[in-house]
T-cell receptor, first 117, second 115 residues
Framework: GAVVSQHPSRVICKSGTSVKIECRSLDFQATTMFWYRQFPKQSLMLMATSNEGSKATYEQGVEKDKFLINHASLTLSTLTVTSAHPEDSSFYIC?????????????FGNGTRLTVT | AQKVTQAQTEISVVEKEDVTLDCVYE???????LFWYKQPPSGELVFLIRRNSFDEQNEISGRYSWNFQKSTSSFNFTITASQVVDSAVYFCALIEGTSYGKLTFGQGTILTVHP
């Protein structure tokens, strides 16, 4: 079945550095990918919609200059957390659809646990 | 605006018991899609089911069953004869027909199945 790969699964970085997270669709093309954030013991909140070949669409309250999204190919979207701070520590997870978003389940990557020290 | 409510924050059962996880949703769209996902302690989200708003048929998959009732805006999930491996956080989610794939998640229900 369709698989989404997310890398790295876990990262620890120092405050002020940038971290890049990759989301790949392994056996299908995904024109649209989604990035979610999950704080401990909380639900998932959509951060942005990543569209291949165009700018990402960010949800209200999400800083686009801090969370840079690039969707350069039909199988890869990247999220870069720039100048990370401890409050950016969270679980980040991507999803992609293997058809029109309405007619397919949305497959999720395994998530990236970011810890900023 | 759309909303998904999972009123049960935590449920604890003993193995082999049946358990139902409640999900109530709000949307103004007539076309929408409902989902259930399982999140084990490892963190990944496992897709369980997708339901279209125009298909109210209930569904059974092994020990899992889903009851979709538009009249009460509910999409409840039942696990029959629960097992320890069912312990996880379960999320109900909604995509509105006009929102192009944006999932709105409920708060999640933590299910613990004791041996």
């Amino acid at each position: 079945g369709a698989v989404v790969s997310q890398h790295p699964s876990r990262v620890i970085c120092k405050s002020g550095t940038s971290v890049k997270i990759e989301c790949r669709s392994l056996d299908f093309q995904a024109t649209t990918m989604f990035w979610y954030r999950q704080f401990p013991k909380q639900s998932l909140m959509l951060m942005a919609t990543s569209n291949e070949g165009s700018k990402a669409t960010y949800e209200q309250g999400v800083e686009k200059d801090k969370f840079l999204i690039n969707h350069a190919s039909l199988t890869l979207s990247t999220l870069t957390v720039t100048s990370a701070h401890p409050e950016d520590s969270s679980f980040y997870i991507c999803s992609a659809a293997d058809g029109t978003v309405y007619n397919s389940p949305l497959h999720f990557g395994n998530g990236t646990r970011l810890t900023v020290t | 605006a759309q909303k998904v409510t999972q009123a049960q924050t935590e449920i604890s059962v003993v193995e082999k018991e049946d358990v139902t996880l409640d999900c109530v949703y709000e949307t103004r769209d007539t076309t929408y899609y409902l989902f259930w996902y399982k999140q084990p302690p490892s963190g990944e989200l496992v897709f369980l089911i997708r339901r279209n708003s125009f298909d109210e048929q209930n569904e059974i998959s092994g020990r899992y069953s889903w009851n979709f009732q538009k009249s009460t805006s509910s999409f409840n999930f039942t696990i029959t004869a629960s097992q320890v491996v069912d312990s996880a956080v379960y999320f109900c989610a909604l995509i509105e027909g006009t929102s192009y794939g944006k999932l709105t998640f409920g708060q999640g229900t933590i299910l613990t199945v004791h041996p």
